[in-house]
């Protein structure tokens, strides 16, 4: 398997526009996890999703950001407008439930806002 | 994900001796833990889980040790390498607060050669 794959790696934007991160979980996988992650606050988790469905989107920072999910293989975060305070990596996890409930994370998007 | 903190606590070890990381958690109803290894530039990397029902786990190299009465959590690696120069991250989680992980802040691990 080829792990949770995410993209774009990097994404270098001005203030003011629209940001797009998105995300591939790993196949089976019925739980899908957004984090952001910061010198200062380290990991927080954003939202996550259990068969397509939010959940828990109580860590998103503000109306400007939002997450969709709209099939099991996809996944997309939405930051608009983006800000420089939004600057940091984002990362997406995938986990199967039953399983374990290890969450396995992807390698996440380095944004940076100007 | 590269260097997620200047301010990181930071355990320095000789190549070959033995490392403890240390997590102190904070809620008694946290049945799950995790150690997490993220390198500079990568996601984290899942290395060992314990539930709360044990007190000790063993996997290639790496020991997890948990403590309920102090919630206190260790991560032995045994004959560190520099391939474990990393952050590591403890996680818990509250099972009847759903799947979320909380994270605790890290710990710098530097190995000399």
């Known amino acids: 398997d080829a792990g949770v794959i995410q993209s774009p790696r990097h994404e270098v934007t001005e203030m003011g526009q629209e940001v797009t991160l998105r995300c591939k979980p790993i196949s089976g996988h019925d739980y899908l996890f957004w984090y952001r992650q910061t010198m200062m606050r380290g990991l927080e988790l954003l939202i996550y999703f259990n068969n397509n469905v939010p959940i828990d989107d109580s860590g998103m920072p503000e109306d400007r950001f939002s997450a969709k999910m709209p099939n099991a293989s996809f996944s997309t975060l939405k930051i608009q407008p983006s800000e420089p305070r939004d600057s940091a990596v984002y990362f997406c996890?995938?986990?199967?439930?039953?399983?374990?409930?290890?969450?396995?994370f992807g390698p996440g998007t380095r944004l940076t806002v100007l | 994900g590269e260097s997620v903190g200047l301010h990181l606590p930071t355990l320095s070890v000789q190549e070959g001796d033995n490392s403890i990381i240390n997590c102190a958690y904070s809620n008694s109803a946290s049945d799950y833990f995790i150690w997490y290894k993220q390198e500079s530039g990568k996601g984290p990397q899942f290395i060992i889980d314990?539930?709360?029902?044990?007190d000790k786990r063993q996997g290639q190299r790496v020991t997890v040790l948990l403590n309920k009465t102090v919630k206190h959590l260790s991560l032995q690696i045994a004959a560190t390498q520099p391939g474990d120069s990393a952050v590591y991250f403890c996680a818990e989680r509250v099972w009847d607060a759903g799947n979320m992980l909380t994270f605790g802040g890290g710990t710098r691990l530097m190995v000399k050669p």
């Open positions: 314990i539930r709360s029902n044990m």
């Open positions: 996890a995938s986990r199967e439930l039953g399983v374990t409930d290890t969450q396995y």
